[in-house]
């Protein structure tokens, strides 16, 4: 019997030195192959938004993300978009910067349909330790419960094992099966100090998705308090329509960009703010993205540069540059 419980707290032993090795150095190995984690990109930006010096703060989501270049904007910027950001989270990105004293004079900040349908939640565990607690209140469970407590231990303990395994063993096991077959790829992804993320790949504008689009109120609602935000700490705002390949926009109501198109156009008071659309057109093509959404790194320096042109254009006239 004795013998029995040694050799099981033996493999109990063996078994938690593995998870334990896993989970320290597994991450490592991932991001020496496949780039940044999410976990790396979130705290580096939030580092880098404090640390940065600059004139221009660039708010949105995996388009602007990936598809600005803030070296090429001719006022010092820092690029603090994020994949799947919303404008609840660009909201409570502005209060933290306000609650570490850094300031600004310019916003740019995407207006692509997308973030007014979306309420991700797929981050919040990295962006508790950045936001204001009442950031959570709009992902409330439902109304409190005896089993509430069970509840939430259990969506965190799912949370943890999704994240610290399910979602990344298979990456894992396809870096060490890359390191040993040609060692460290020449176009994995990374982060510029700027804020941006570049993402090598491949257009697929052939690409099918299906999206189905309900603009949220909540998403309407964050979206003015940052203009009011903005307004009360005289902070002026460009407000951004990205590119978009012919079949991106065509997953978005008809109806909805029509509103959205006017409704942009009468914020934009040519003052303190401006709205500008590149949404349609023919400076890209296919060529110019990664996916079916964003920009290649190229085309996100050459729309910089013009984005870049129109906000000189606009400031110039008005001896508001520095």
């Not at 995996?62 to 070296?71: A, C, E, H, V």
């Amino acid at each position: 019997m004795l013998r029995l419980s040694t050799r099981l707290l033996l493999l109990i032993f063996v078994i938690s030195v593995i998870i334990g090795l896993y989970l320290r150095y597994s991450t490592r190995v991932i991001e020496y192959t496949m780039g940044p984690g999410t976990e790396r990109q979130i705290d580096s930006s939030f580092k880098w938004a404090l640390n940065n010096d600059y004139d221009i703060l660039i708010l949105g989501s995996s388009k602007f993300y990936r598809g600005l270049n803030p070296d090429l904007l001719g006022i010092p910027a820092f690029n603090f978009a994020h994949d799947n950001d919303a404008y609840n989270q660009m909201y409570y990105k502005l209060l933290f910067l306000k609650e570490h004293n850094k300031s600004f004079n310019y916003l740019i900040i995407s207006v692509d349909y997308a973030p007014f349908s979306n309420i991700s939640e797929t981050r919040n565990h990295l962006y508790k330790k950045y936001f204001d607690p009442e950031y959570f209140n709009d992902y409330k469970l439902g109304s409190t419960t005896n089993g509430k407590l069970i509840k939430d231990f259990n969506d965190s303990f799912n949370r943890f094992m999704k994240i610290r395994f399910s979602m990344t063993f298979t990456k894992f096991a396809e870096s060490v099966i890359a390191l040993i077959a040609k060692g460290k790829p020449d176009d994995i992804p990374y982060m510029k100090p700027n804020g941006q993320y570049i993402k090598p790949g491949k257009s697929t504008p052939d690409l099918f998705v299906s999206r189905k689009y309900t603009p949220l109120k909540l998403q309407e609602n964050y979206f003015q308090k940052i203009l009011d935000h903005c307004n009360k700490e005289n902070i002026k705002v460009f407000l951004i329509m990205p590119p978009f390949l012919e079949a991106d926009l065509k997953l978005y109501p008809e109806e909805n960009i029509l509103f959205y198109q006017k409704y942009f156009t009468s914020l934009a008071d040519n003052l303190n703010s401006w709205y500008l659309d590149y949404s349609s057109g023919s400076l890209f093509s296919a060529v110019d993205y990664t996916g079916l959404a964003h920009l290649n790194d190229n085309a996100a320096d050459r729309f910089s540069e013009i984005l870049n042109n129109q906000i000189e254009n606009i400031l110039n006239p008005l001896s508001l540059l520095p």
